[in-house]
């Protein structure tokens, strides 16, 4: 358990959701015989009771590092005064945590309420009941296995949080009802907004001749997308086809931690070892199939996700599926030539198993589905894939970056 | 109420007659139904033996069962095992659940003994005893035939319970078995020897619209998980599905667990029974996942066997024959007993003489098994009491006398724990560690590790426990939760309940059977796997290595549990917990 502790501390930190030093150090709990923390702070003694008052073995509680706490102080804000819970549109918010419950300070009974219920609790500023306490808004996480999974809905929570400022900053812009505090924060999170000058890295370089090199070169590519920036916490999928098997990264691996994570999935249907592989793994074959490419890579880039949910709002309000953007969205949409599709989590009747394939006919490397992220082909190896993903993450940065500023005029 | 009909039919077969009580609403909220609700008439009988008239077979539905809840078509059954001697409970699909919910009852309490063979027939309020000499002896099938439920559900026994088969089963709708610790016995025992339910009443739910929203999370969560919906999962290829993926973690029980890999595995895995048979879908009432397939060639109309009786009948017992798999497992199911404890205890059988099956061999042991014929005498006692009367008794792969299921324990330690602890034996259902040490879900966890396993197998089993309760299926937790689910029990019962609530109730529905189990005479000795799993390895390769449990960091695992249960040492429930949880 010290050892997940240990792990999951650092992961938070390496994913800049928090500061690896000070007050701002997230605190992780893991609870088996005895409860251990990560560190000893004010916020440990506060956090115990509630491992006495739920059946739970984890807990994570971290203060968001910059942008994350403008974003979240600001959302959750919002929804204190709406009195409701904060309502993210993206596809993971929707499928897996449907919505983020926000309490006004830290208050351990409110804490556990809020807990018992969801799998996160958003504390919009710590420092409101306890003085001694950092300001700022926190996050509160628990799991009942591993404590990776108090990481993994914090990072989500992050995640959905920054998709949903910006998407709704560009709303109120567009229907001219952005609050003015809301343009400040925009302007504090600007240095944010400025683009990576990373360059494409050096990758496995194709033809991959034997298996050894399948997983190396995907091992590899799932390690620079995270570094890269280009999921939130582990979500998203890789894989890669030779011989007729398509190698391809196992449901809930993280994409930074992939060895003894990919799953060869027979094309011929041979073996039903795909039980574990990633959720998407039918439209990876089915795109595979009708493509020719060999390599996919599928991150969820913040502003290719938010520029998926960008609708002309007139149009919108008219639009008989304005409340199913996500899985009836009846327009053929590109975002600066890159296809969208809805599409749910999945192989359902309106799994993007279904949209993604057809999306690529059009000719195209590249296809964002509405709310989730951004899929992108290769050929031979990563690299196109690669290149393709970061570029249009880029382009979609300067594109939001540009609408703003054009609307702010 | 709503959710529950406040209607509980308490039946004697002895006197032929019922009455209809109702419980206080309290009793309901901390019981739920299902499980819960079995558990707590099972301990109010007292330390009974399970063939004692006044044992009671307890059937119960729960808050969900006839809604549009997913997955809540099951039903639940609990009595004092025949062939364990603890708690005895076992879950069943079909339709008698959601049927007997429509005809207006939470449950069915049944107590005493028939002078003759009886069947019970519950249409909404009206109960008939049918006197049913003529099926005596008959199997499943022909009792389904003869019977002709149409809409109704119906459950049953075969020979193998009437000729005091210790695993036998009871068939419901003739596909789905309430397979293990032998209550199809219970019910020779009492002679009874079916019940049909037929209702056409509406559950009244609190808020329909909540409900709704409830199933649709559910729903776009089964989507998301390949296990269940992706183009290998359950859906398509039904639990044998997992064959290959045992196979690949080397951990598929072979030769009765004296190794963990079977060489032939790859030829003999869902994909090749689907090629072979070209099996359709079908499932639960209600059900959106259908992971039950029947054939429709080669042998039309049969039921494809589940992944336990596929890996049991061929690595278990050194067999390739796929065809003998599915006959194998389709007489066990006419003759109505589990395919588990038979193939384990044919295993048991093979270690002891060292003789290879013929297929021949193995279906007509199976038949003199159930016709207590030759050494079928010995065989339907299960592999426990069949390799003590041997003296062999290390050759029995089982946990209080449930033999195993095919997932081999030195190939993921949070299942070793699971069997041990288990409160009615050798079952991977009770904590399901597969999802995590398996298919990695909601996380995964290094299956090769007791760190953090004794918390985790606690809470999975007071979650499961609130699963069949609800009652609901343990797939679905594959993918949704009780997030969702606490959802839904809210919506239909309007009790405001958190996941974490409902947890609470599934600690006290779990303890609840460790009290009993107690009161049977069950502790700390009964909590242990067979000595196989802490003296030889498995068999490892392809970069993966199976050695022995180590026997000092499962007791201490163990002591961890029990300290987390409420238990002392000995695996005693304390005094403390029980008042803490109203149990006393
Ligand atoms: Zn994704």
């Given at each position: 358990?010290?050892?997940?502790?240990?792990?999951?501390?650092?992961k938070l930190i390496q994913a800049g959701l928090a500061e690896a030093?000070g007050p701002g150090?997230p605190?992780?709990?893991?609870?088996?015989?005895?409860?251990?923390?990560?560190?000893?702070?004010?916020?440990?003694?506060?956090?115990?009771?509630?491992?006495?008052?739920?059946?739970?073995?984890?807990?994570v509680f971290f203060q968001p590092a910059p942008p994350y706490d403008k974003i979240i102080a600001y959302l959750a804000k919002e929804a204190l005064t709406k009195n409701l819970p904060i309502q993210p549109e993206d596809c993971e918010t929707r499928t897996f945590l449907h919505d983020l419950p926000v309490i006004p300070g830290f208050?351990?009974?409110d804490?556990?309420?809020a807990?018992?219920r969801r799998k996160c609790v958003i504390i919009s500023d710590t420092g409101q009941?306890?003085?001694?306490a950092p300001k700022g808004p926190a996050i509160v996480a628990?799991?009942?296995?591993?404590?990776?999974?108090g990481f993994v809905v914090g990072s989500s929570v992050a995640f959905a949080c920054f998709v949903k400022f910006f998407s709704d900053y560009l709303n109120h812009l567009q229907c001219g009802t952005a609050p003015p505090d809301m343009h400040g924060v925009y302007d504090e999170l600007a240095p944010w907004l400025t683009g990576m000058a990373m360059p494409i890295p050096?990758l496995?370089?194709?033809?991959?001749?034997?298996?050894?090199?399948?997983?190396?070169?995907?091992?590899?590519a799932g390690a620079k997308t995270v570094e890269y920036g280009l999921v939130d916490s582990y979500f998203g999928n890789i894989?890669?086809?030779?011989?007729?098997?398509?190698?391809?990264?196992?449901?809930?691996?993280s994409l930074d931690?992939?060895?003894?994570?990919?799953?060869?999935?027979?094309?011929?249907?041979?073996?039903?070892?795909?039980?574990?592989?990633s959720s998407e793994?039918?439209a990876h074959?089915e795109t595979?199939?009708r493509t020719?490419a060999?390599a996919i890579l599928h991150g969820h880039p913040r502003f290719s996700v938010i520029l998926s949910m960008d609708c002309d709002p007139k149009k919108k309000q008219v639009c008989r599926f304005s409340t199913r953007c996500h899985t009836h969205c009846p327009k053929k949409r590109e975002v600066l030539g890159v296809p969208i599709v809805p599409g749910e989590v999945g192989?359902g009747p309106t799994g993007l198993c279904n949209t993604l394939p057809l999306a690529f006919e059009r000719n195209k490397d590249a296809a964002i589905v509405y709310g989730h992220g951004l899929f992108t082909l290769g050929?031979?190896?990563f690299t196109q894939a690669f290149a393709t993903l970061l570029t249009v993450e880029n382009r979609c940065r300067a594109h939001y970056v540009d609408c703003v500023t054009k609307l702010r005029q | 109420?709503?959710?529950?009909?406040?209607?509980?039919?308490?039946?004697?077969?002895?006197?032929?007659?019922?009455?209809?009580?109702?419980?206080?609403?309290?009793?309901?909220?901390?019981?739920?139904?299902?499980?819960?609700?079995?558990?707590?008439?099972?301990?109010?009988?007292?330390?009974?033996?399970?063939?004692?008239?006044?044992?009671?077979?307890?059937?119960?539905?729960?808050?969900?069962?006839?809604?549009?809840?997913?997955?809540?078509?099951?039903?639940?059954?609990?009595?004092?095992?025949?062939?364990?001697?603890?708690?005895?409970?076992?879950?069943?699909?079909?339709?008698?659940?959601?049927?007997?919910?429509?005809?207006?009852?939470?449950?069915?309490?049944?107590?005493?003994?028939?002078?003759?063979?009886?069947?019970?027939?519950?249409?909404?309020?009206?109960?008939?005893?049918?006197?049913?000499?003529?099926?005596?002896?008959?199997?499943?099938?022909?009792?389904?035939?003869?019977?002709?439920?149409?809409?109704?559900?119906?459950?049953?026994?075969?020979?193998?319970?009437?000729?005091?088969?210790?695993?036998?089963?009871?068939?419901?709708?003739?596909?789905?078995?309430?397979?293990?610790?032998?209550?199809?016995?219970?019910?020779?025992?009492?002679?009874?020897?079916?019940?049909?339910?037929?209702?056409?009443?509406?559950?009244?739910?609190?808020?329909?619209p909540?409900?709704k929203e409830?199933?649709e999370e559910?729903i776009r969560l089964?989507a998301a998980?390949?296990?269940?919906?992706?183009?290998?999962?359950?859906?398509?290829?039904?639990?044998?599905?997992?064959?290959?993926?045992?196979?690949?973690?080397?951990?598929?029980?072979?030769?009765?667990?004296?190794?963990?890999?079977?060489?032939?595995?790859?030829?003999?895995?869902?994909?090749?029974?689907?090629?072979?048979?070209?099996?359709?879908?079908?499932?639960?009432?209600?059900?959106?996942?259908?992971?039950?397939?029947?054939?429709?060639?080669?042998?039309?109309?049969?039921?494809?066997?589940?992944?336990?009786?596929?890996?049991?009948?061929?690595?278990?017992?050194?067999?390739?024959?796929?065809?003998?798999?599915?006959?194998?497992?389709?007489?066990?199911?006419?003759?109505?007993?589990?395919?588990?404890?038979?193939?384990?205890?044919?295993?048991?059988?093979?270690?002891?003489?060292?003789?290879?099956?013929?297929?021949?061999?193995?279906?007509?042991?199976?038949?003199?098994?159930?016709?207590?014929?030759?050494?079928?005498?010995?065989?339907?006692?299960?592999?426990?009491?069949?390799?003590?009367?041997?003296?062999?008794?290390?050759?029995?792969?089982?946990?209080?006398?449930?033999?195993?299921?095919?997932?081999?324990?030195?190939?993921?330690?949070?299942?070793?724990?699971?069997?041990?602890?288990?409160?009615?034996?050798?079952?991977?259902?009770?904590?399901?560690?597969?999802?995590?040490?398996?298919?990695?879900?909601?996380?995964?966890?290094?299956?090769?590790?007791?760190?953090?396993?004794?918390?985790?197998?606690?809470?999975?089993?007071?979650?499961?426990?609130?699963?069949?309760?609800?009652?609901?299926?343990?797939?679905?937790?594959?993918?949704?939760?009780?997030e969702?689910?606490?959802?839904?029990?809210?919506?239909?019962?309007?009790?405001?309940?958190?996941?974490?609530?409902?947890?609470?109730?599934?600690?006290?529905?779990?303890?609840?059977?460790?009290?009993?189990?107690?009161?049977?005479?069950?502790?700390?000795?009964?909590?242990?796997?067979?000595?196989?799993?802490?003296?030889?390895?498995?068999?490892?390769?392809?970069?993966?290595?199976?050695?022995?449990?180590?026997?000092?960091?499962?007791?201490?695992?163990?002591?961890?549990?029990?300290?987390?249960?409420?238990?002392?040492?000995?695996?005693?429930?304390?005094?403390?917990?029980?008042?803490?949880?109203?149990?006393?």
């Amino acid at each position: 358990m010290d050892a997940l502790i240990r792990k999951y501390e650092k992961k938070l930190i390496q994913a800049g959701l928090a500061e690896a030093e000070g007050p701002g150090r997230p605190i992780v709990g893991g609870l088996d015989y005895t409860l251990s923390w990560n560190r000893k702070g004010w916020e440990t003694k506060e956090l115990e009771p509630v491992f006495s008052a739920m059946a739970i073995n984890s807990l994570v509680f971290f203060q968001p590092a910059p942008p994350y706490d403008k974003i979240i102080a600001y959302l959750a804000k919002e929804a204190l005064t709406k009195n409701l819970p904060i309502q993210p549109e993206d596809c993971e918010t929707r499928t897996f945590l449907h919505d983020l419950p926000v309490i006004p300070g830290f208050s351990t009974p409110d804490i556990i309420t809020a807990l018992k219920r969801r799998k996160c609790v958003i504390i919009s500023d710590t420092g409101q009941n306890l003085p001694d306490a950092p300001k700022g808004p926190a996050i509160v996480a628990h799991g009942t296995v591993s404590p990776e999974q108090g990481f993994v809905v914090g990072s989500s929570v992050a995640f959905a949080c920054f998709v949903k400022f910006f998407s709704d900053y560009l709303n109120h812009l567009q229907c001219g009802t952005a609050p003015p505090d809301m343009h400040g924060v925009y302007d504090e999170l600007a240095p944010w907004l400025t683009g990576m000058a990373m360059p494409i890295p050096d990758l496995v370089k194709g033809p991959i001749q034997s298996e050894e090199r399948v997983y190396e070169a995907m091992i590899q590519a799932g390690a620079k997308t995270v570094e890269y920036g280009l999921v939130d916490s582990y979500f998203g999928n890789i894989s890669f086809c030779r011989d007729n098997i398509l190698y391809i990264s196992q449901t809930g691996s993280s994409l930074d931690e992939l060895a003894g994570c990919i799953d060869p999935v027979p094309l011929d249907g041979s073996s039903s070892a795909g039980l574990t592989a990633s959720s998407e793994l039918t439209a990876h074959l089915e795109t595979i199939a009708r493509t020719g490419a060999d390599a996919i890579l599928h991150g969820h880039p913040r502003f290719s996700v938010i520029l998926s949910m960008d609708c002309d709002p007139k149009k919108k309000q008219v639009c008989r599926f304005s409340t199913r953007c996500h899985t009836h969205c009846p327009k053929k949409r590109e975002v600066l030539g890159v296809p969208i599709v809805p599409g749910e989590v999945g192989t359902g009747p309106t799994g993007l198993c279904n949209t993604l394939p057809l999306a690529f006919e059009r000719n195209k490397d590249a296809a964002i589905v509405y709310g989730h992220g951004l899929f992108t082909l290769g050929r031979g190896d990563f690299t196109q894939a690669f290149a393709t993903l970061l570029t249009v993450e880029n382009r979609c940065r300067a594109h939001y970056v540009d609408c703003v500023t054009k609307l702010r005029q | 109420m709503h959710g529950w009909t406040g209607h509980i039919l308490h039946i004697n077969l002895t006197r032929h007659d019922y009455h209809v009580a109702s419980l206080e609403p309290d009793l309901y909220h901390r019981f739920i139904g299902g499980k819960g609700l079995g558990g707590y008439f099972l301990r109010r009988a007292g330390n009974l033996d399970w063939n004692h008239p006044d044992m009671p077979i307890c059937l119960f539905t729960g808050p969900l069962t006839a809604t549009i809840a997913p997955t809540s078509g099951r039903l639940h059954l609990v009595s004092r095992s025949p062939l364990t001697g603890c708690v005895g409970d076992a879950s069943v699909g079909g339709k008698l659940s959601t049927q007997l919910k429509r005809a207006g009852w939470d449950g069915v309490v049944i107590t005493g003994k028939s002078p003759y063979p009886v069947g019970i027939e519950i249409r909404e309020k009206e109960i008939r005893f049918i006197r049913c000499d003529h099926l005596r002896g008959k199997d499943t099938r022909e009792v389904y035939r003869t019977v002709a439920p149409k809409k109704a559900g119906l459950a049953c026994i075969g020979p193998a319970a009437e000729n005091g088969v210790k695993f036998a089963s009871i068939t419901a709708d003739n596909h789905h078995s309430a397979g293990r610790t032998g209550l199809g016995l219970s019910f020779a025992a009492k002679n009874l020897k079916y019940l049909l339910a037929e209702g056409s009443g509406k559950v009244r739910i609190k808020d329909l619209p909540g409900l709704k929203e409830a199933r649709e999370e559910v729903i776009r969560l089964t989507a998301a998980s390949p296990a269940l919906m992706g183009q290998y999962g359950f859906t398509c290829l039904g639990t044998g599905a997992v064959y290959d993926l045992m196979d690949n973690r080397r951990m598929m029980p072979t030769d009765n667990f004296r190794a963990t890999r079977f060489e032939p595995a790859s030829k003999l895995n869902a994909a090749a029974f689907a090629a072979a048979y070209s099996p359709k879908k079908y499932g639960c009432k209600g059900c959106h996942i259908l992971c039950k397939k029947i054939g429709t060639r080669n042998k039309p109309g049969a039921a494809m066997p589940e992944f336990e009786t596929m890996s049991h009948f061929t690595a278990l017992i050194n067999s390739k024959d796929m065809d003998l798999v599915v006959e194998a497992n389709d007489l066990c199911n006419r003759l109505g007993m589990d395919t588990i404890s038979a193939a384990a205890t044919l295993a048991c059988r093979r270690e002891i003489t060292g003789a290879d099956y013929t297929g021949r061999q193995v279906l007509s042991l199976l038949s003199d098994m159930a016709m207590d014929r030759g050494e079928g005498r010995n065989l339907k006692l299960g592999a426990a009491e069949y390799a003590r009367r041997l003296g062999r008794p290390e050759t029995a792969m089982a946990v209080k006398n449930l033999e195993l299921p095919a997932y081999d324990p030195r190939g993921a330690y949070g299942m070793a724990l699971a069997y041990a602890l288990s409160t009615r034996g050798g079952c991977h259902l009770r904590a399901y560690p597969i999802s995590h040490e398996i298919f990695r879900k909601p996380v995964a966890t290094d299956r090769f590790s007791f760190s953090g396993k004794a918390r985790i197998i606690k809470i999975a089993e007071d979650l499961n426990a609130v699963v069949d309760s609800l009652v609901a299926c343990k797939f679905t937790f594959f993918a949704a939760g009780l997030e969702e689910y606490a959802k839904a029990f809210t919506a239909v019962t309007g009790i405001p309940s958190s996941a974490q609530d409902l947890l609470a109730a599934g600690e006290r529905i779990y303890f609840n059977e460790r009290i009993i189990n107690h009161t049977y005479g069950y502790g700390a000795d009964a909590d242990d796997l067979p000595v196989r799993f802490f003296t030889e390895p498995g068999s490892g390769g392809n970069r993966i290595s199976i050695p022995p449990l180590d026997r000092a960091a499962f007791l201490d695992t163990r002591k961890t549990y029990y300290h987390i249960r409420g238990l002392d040492t000995d695996g005693t429930p304390l005094p403390e917990k029980r008042k803490e949880l109203g149990l006393d």
